[in-house]
């Protein structure tokens, strides 16, 4: 069964701060991996995505990795800001047949000042 | 602009009513979705439509019925709302490529049935 599971379930760092997200999945055949970014009361926007030969995808401040042989993937924010605060949700897409996308429950982060 | 755009944002209703959830998307996309997200932030697809045909119907109480009259538009409609159906559903586009995939969303409709 595909299966996407993220960590930490929640984080709350202080504004400035690094943190990295963690995705494990279990989805196959793999097609891609993304990373998206859910505030609160809005529909989730996507931030990266990598396909199998990617290892690393910046998007300014958000950094992804993917390593497709331990099928992990993480989301680097550097510097954080107050309004990073937001669920970072992890799908994988599989390929072959319909094309149903996996998503993973998410990561609650929250910025304090 | 807004590219997907959803209505009602808010929807409070009593258990036994039918309701119906609009969305529409500028986007030029082929492909539109509705999820389901529980009061644990978990999403859940729900259904597909491409090109105006169903492509994926999840696990869904047949209550729930999608309707898409053109490839702009797929509205959700669900009759003897429950209250378990208290969600906040989301309505999302792509263009259909198995590869490579990104999905718009809309902001939302939170349906709370009392």
């Known amino acids: 069964k595909n299966q996407v599971e993220q960590s930490p379930q929640s984080l709350i760092i202080l504004e400035g701060k690094n943190c990295t997200l963690q995705c494990n999945y279990t989805v196959s055949p793999f097609s891609n991996l993304r990373w998206y970014k859910q505030d609160t009361g809005r529909g989730p926007v996507s931030l990266t995505i990598?396909?199998?030969?990617?290892n690393t995808k910046s998007n300014g401040r958000y950094t992804a990795t993917l390593d497709a042989d331990t099928k992990q993937s993480s989301l680097h924010i550097t510097a954080s800001q107050l309004s990073d605060s937001a669920s970072y949700i992890c799908?994988?897409?599989?390929?072959?047949?319909?094309?149903?996308?996996?998503f993973g429950r998410g990561t609650s982060l929250i910025v304090h000042p | 602009d807004t590219a997907v755009s959803q209505t009602p944002k808010y929807l409070v209703t009593q258990m036994g009513n039918d309701k119906s959830i609009k969305c529409e998307q500028n986007?030029?996309?082929?492909?539109m979705y509705w999820y389901k997200q529980d009061s644990k932030k978990f999403l859940k697809i729900m259904f597909s439509?491409?090109?105006?045909?169903?492509?994926i119907n999840e696990t869904v109480p047949n209550r729930f019925s999608p309707k898409s009259p053109d490839k702009a538009h797929l509205n959700l409609h669900i009759n003897s709302l429950e209250l378990g159906d208290s969600a906040v559903y989301f309505c999302?586009?792509?263009?259909?490529?198995?590869?490579?995939?990104?999905?718009?969303f809309g902001q939302g409709t939170r349906l709370t049935v009392v």
């Open positions: 986007l030029g996309h082929d492909t």
């Open positions: 439509y491409n090109n105006k045909e169903l492509i």
């Open positions: 999302a586009s792509s263009q259909w490529d198995r590869s490579n995939t990104e999905a718009f």
């Open positions: 990598m396909t199998f030969s990617e």
């Open positions: 799908v994988v897409g599989a390929s072959g047949g319909s094309y149903i996308p996996t």
